[in-house]
């Protein structure tokens, strides 16, 4: 009798197992919570995206097919955070900008999706990317010496792009996708962030991913509202330090000559060469208080030498090719909006104007750069420097000279991050 009921109740549980399930994948569909198919997009509903930038390689992946964008912004969370897609400054030839920069990646990342975003422009009535600004970070090309040089994985992403390194089409792409988009439907984790998401709208401080790749930050006007900008310096500053403290100091390997980023960035210079795409390169506009760090921790002598290593590079680069030199602009120094002073601790009021923290700068700072780029001349600034084999050596002279009258204005701040570097190494 019970094996009779069991097999009476039994297409039933799988009935409404099943539609249970397709309710919950279509309510994830709808919603959307990482931005991955835009079926609906509703102001007040899911327009916002809390749980989108924590999926990022993901998420930028498939959204960038979809774009299908003339313009790109590279390189990880100062780029995401500093670059705005939507920024006026953009030509018209840019248009749609899409900013693929990825939080915590490097070189090999950055080149393995533009390899994916000009595979996806390839086809008849793509759109083919014709402007991309890259923002290179002194830390991705720091290497061991002494240690055998391994090339950096690009991690698990890396199967859901259309080509492999080598350019070969990705078999294992389908699959991926599958599960990718599985994982957004059917499981109760995606379920949950579909609930947050619409209970996340009306909240002005809710963290976002916008359509374009771009992460306005609205999390940290709450962040830095709450505990002042002096706090969330401090803390920054204190694992930058560590960061730095653990890190190598070269930027060359054992022969001497190159390095696993450089390649990289060799590879990306040709891509886009070959491509007939306009590249950019940015050094970013590091606060003060990183490059003390970097100074501090020892790395000083290495970030000249990878200045004057990527103006050789691109130099090198377009003499090979015969062509014009790629635009390489150095935003890094000590000057008025670098240098831009930290509120006392017992200030939460003053809000800083161009940086979140020492590691990342606001939209209106990256805005001041995209308009340098596209329109030097015209630009609201003389901020930054355009490198070439010409000026590296005064510009990093100048640099110098800027940095000793810095320590002498802010003779307090130097003291505090020393005593902090201080005290991380004796506890090593």
Same mark, same amino acid.
């Given at each position: 009798?019970?094996?009779? =009921?069991?097999?009476?109740?039994?297409?039933?549980?799988?009935?409404?197992?099943?539609?249970?399930?397709?309710?919950?994948?279509?309510? =994830?569909?709808?919603?959307?919570?990482?931005?991955?198919?835009?079926?609906?997009?509703?102001?007040?509903?899911?327009?916002?995206?809390?749980?989108?930038?924590?999926?990022?390689?993901?998420?930028?992946?498939?959204?960038?097919?979809?774009?299908?964008?003339?313009? #790109?912004?590279?390189?990880?969370?100062?780029?995401?955070?500093?670059?705005?897609?939507?920024?006026?400054?953009?030509?018209?030839?840019?248009?749609?900008?899409?900013?693929?920069?990825?939080?915590?990646?490097?070189?090999?990342?950055?080149?393995?999706?533009?390899?994916?975003?000009?595979?996806?422009?390839?086809?008849?009535?793509?759109?083919?990317?014709?402007?991309?600004?890259?923002?290179?970070?002194?830390?991705?090309?720091?290497?061991?010496?002494?240690?055998?040089?391994?090339?950096?994985?690009?991690?698990?992403?890396?199967?859901?792009?259309?080509?492999?390194?080598?350019?070969?089409?990705?078999?294992?792409?389908?699959?991926?996708?599958?599960?990718?988009?599985?994982?957004?439907?059917?499981?109760?984790?995606?379920?949950?962030?579909?609930?947050?998401?619409?209970?996340?709208?009306? =909240?002005?401080?809710?963290?976002?991913?916008?359509?374009?790749?771009?992460?306005?930050?609205?999390?940290?006007?709450?962040?830095?509202?709450?505990?002042?900008?002096?706090?969330?310096?401090?803390?920054?500053?204190?694992?930058?330090?560590?960061?730095?403290?653990?890190?190598?100091?070269?930027?060359?390997?054992?022969?001497?000559?190159?390095?696993?980023?450089?390649?990289?960035?060799?590879?990306?210079?040709?891509?886009?060469?070959?491509?007939?795409?306009?590249?950019?390169?940015?050094?970013?506009?590091?606060?003060?208080?990183? #490059?003390?760090? /970097?100074?501090?921790?020892?790395?000083?002598?290495?970030?000249?030498?990878?200045?004057?290593?990527?103006?050789?590079?691109?130099?090198?680069?377009?003499?090979?090719?015969?062509?014009?030199?790629?635009?390489?602009?150095?935003?890094?120094?000590?000057?008025?909006?670098?240098?831009?002073?930290?509120?006392?601790?017992?200030?939460?009021?003053?809000?800083?104007?161009?940086?979140?923290?020492?590691?990342?700068?606001?939209?209106?700072?990256?805005?001041?750069?995209?308009?340098?780029?596209?329109?030097?001349?015209?630009?609201?600034?003389?901020?930054?420097?355009?490198?070439?084999?010409?000026?590296?050596?005064?510009?990093?002279?100048? /640099?110098?000279?800027?940095?000793?009258?810095?320590?002498?204005?802010?003779?307090?701040?130097?003291?505090?991050?020393?005593?902090?570097?201080?005290?991380?190494?004796?506890?090593?």
């Amino acid at each position: 009798m019970r094996y009779l =009921n069991m097999r009476r109740y039994l297409p039933l549980w799988l009935f409404v197992t099943s539609a249970l399930l397709l309710a919950v994948a279509g309510f =994830n569909l709808i919603v959307d919570p990482y931005g991955l198919f835009r079926v609906v997009d509703e102001p007040g509903f899911n327009a916002i995206k809390p749980k989108a930038g924590v999926h990022g390689a993901t998420v930028k992946a498939y959204q960038v097919l979809r774009v299908s964008p003339h313009g #790109l912004v590279l390189g990880n969370s100062r780029a995401e955070v500093g670059f705005d897609p939507q920024h006026a400054a953009w030509p018209t030839k840019s248009h749609p900008v899409f900013n693929l920069a990825l939080p915590g990646t490097g070189t090999a990342t950055t080149l393995r999706y533009l390899q994916h975003a000009l595979e996806s422009g390839a086809g008849a009535g793509a759109g083919k990317p014709e402007v991309v600004v890259w923002g290179i970070d002194f830390m991705d090309f720091l290497v061991d010496a002494g240690e055998p040089i391994r090339a950096k994985a690009v991690g698990a992403e890396g199967g859901r792009l259309l080509v492999n390194p080598d350019g070969s089409r990705n078999p294992g792409r389908v699959l991926q996708q599958v599960r990718d988009y599985g994982e957004a439907t059917f499981t109760l984790g995606a379920f949950l962030d579909s609930v947050q998401t619409i209970g996340s709208q009306r =909240n002005p401080y809710s963290a976002d991913l916008t359509p374009l790749g771009f992460n306005p930050m609205r999390d940290y006007l709450k962040i830095t509202a709450d505990e002042g900008y002096w706090a969330v310096f401090r803390q920054r500053d204190v694992e930058n330090i560590k960061a730095y403290l653990r890190r190598p100091k070269d930027i060359f390997d054992a022969a001497g000559r190159s390095s696993p980023a450089l390649d990289d960035l060799r590879q990306v210079l040709r891509l886009c060469r070959q491509h007939g795409i306009a590249l950019k390169l940015v050094i970013y506009p590091y606060h003060a208080h990183l #490059l003390e760090i /970097i100074r501090i921790t020892g790395h000083w002598p290495a970030f000249e030498a990878w200045k004057r290593a990527v103006v050789h590079i691109v130099a090198e680069e377009a003499r090979t090719a015969g062509g014009a030199s790629i635009p390489l602009w150095d935003f890094s120094g000590f000057n008025e909006l670098t240098s831009e002073a930290v509120p006392p601790k017992s200030d939460r009021q003053t809000k800083m104007r161009w940086y979140w923290e020492a590691g990342h700068f606001k939209r209106e700072l990256g805005d001041l750069i995209l308009e340098r780029l596209f329109d030097p001349t015209e630009a609201k600034t003389g901020f930054g420097v355009l490198l070439d084999t010409s000026n590296v050596e005064q510009q990093i002279a100048a /640099i110098q000279a800027q940095e000793v009258n810095y320590r002498r204005v802010f003779s307090q701040d130097i003291e505090e991050l020393e005593h902090f570097a201080a005290g991380l190494q004796s506890r090593k």
